[in-house]
């Protein structure tokens, strides 16, 4: 938006302004926590030599949050690293449900725990949530 068409915004009413500056400071947040990313799903089977059939692969990027969490085992405590990865739409539009794969973020390699597409009213794909292990 141009100066003046801001003027004019704000002439009208203060929300509008504040909105635009929410919208603006958004933006910045989502351009800088996105990763990039290596994504693989499996379908059921394997192949000849063991290994998974892998039925998609993307690369692109998300924003990542990992966490971690303390298992209690009857030996000792396990610490388990955890993450989600938050995609912009559907990675996977030929799948109906995410539940195995692996993706490479940070040069590491994780299981994919599990899946799942939040959908718009619509039934489009808003985004897609992977659990990470």
Do not use: H
Not at 57 to 82: H, M, W
């Amino acid at each position: 938006m141009t100066n003046e068409e801001l003027s004019a915004l704000s002439s009208k009413s203060g929300r509008v302004v504040i909105l635009c500056a929410v919208w603006c400071l958004l933006t910045l947040i989502v351009k800088q926590v996105q990763q990039s990313v290596t994504v693989r799903l499996y379908r059921e089977g394997n192949d000849e030599d063991g290994e998974p059939l892998c039925d998609i692969e993307f690369t692109g990027v998300c924003n990542y949050q990992d966490s971690a969490k303390t298992v209690l085992t009857p030996d000792k405590r396990l610490t388990e690293i955890t993450g989600q990865a938050f995609f912009i739409g559907d990675i996977a539009p030929g799948q109906a449900v995410i539940n195995d794969g692996e993706a490479v973020i940070f040069g590491e390699r994780r299981r994919i725990a599990q899946g799942m597409k939040a959908r718009n009213p619509d039934g489009s794909v808003n985004y897609t949530r992977i659990d990470l292990i």
